[in-house]
């Protein structure tokens, strides 16, 4: 019986350039997420957060992460890639990642309250569904939770400083809480 090979350090390589890329987001004001693929041992795409700058709510990293990674491969089926995303898939990347065959999704922190690789949902293993991919979930997770705890106590603090808008930073459901993101 074969025993899958996880290879934890090469899933922390990739979690820290996620992590670059959703240090990227933070400096501009959107909420600090980011997403690499990786086919056959090399990134192929890379994305942060852009709802703001875009003005688009489907521009999360994991969504501009597949449109790259599927201009790259050349073809919308992703089957042979990895996708790494500092937090958990929220349902519509979810379901961007089973249309595109994901191989496999890696995530940093959980997300209990809106996510959907198991922390609420599961629908990256819907048994209803043509494609499931394998979930590797906790990479890094400390690293992901402390960008988004300092990015949104920046944004009280500038608020309660008299910024009135605070870019990227309210009611977008991503601020974790005890409850809601397990590190
Ligand atoms: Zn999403």
Redesign the pocket.
Known sequence: MDIPIIDLGSDEHFMREALRQARKAAAQDEVPIGAVIVHEGRIIARAWNQVETLKDATA?A??LALTQAESAMDDWRLNECDLYVTKE??P??AGAIVHCRVRRVIFGCEDVKGGAAGGFWNLLQAPNLNHRCEITSGVLAADSVGILKSFFAEARARRAAGETHVKGARGDGHEPSNEGLNA
């Open positions: 999360h994991e969504m898939p929220c519509m990347c």
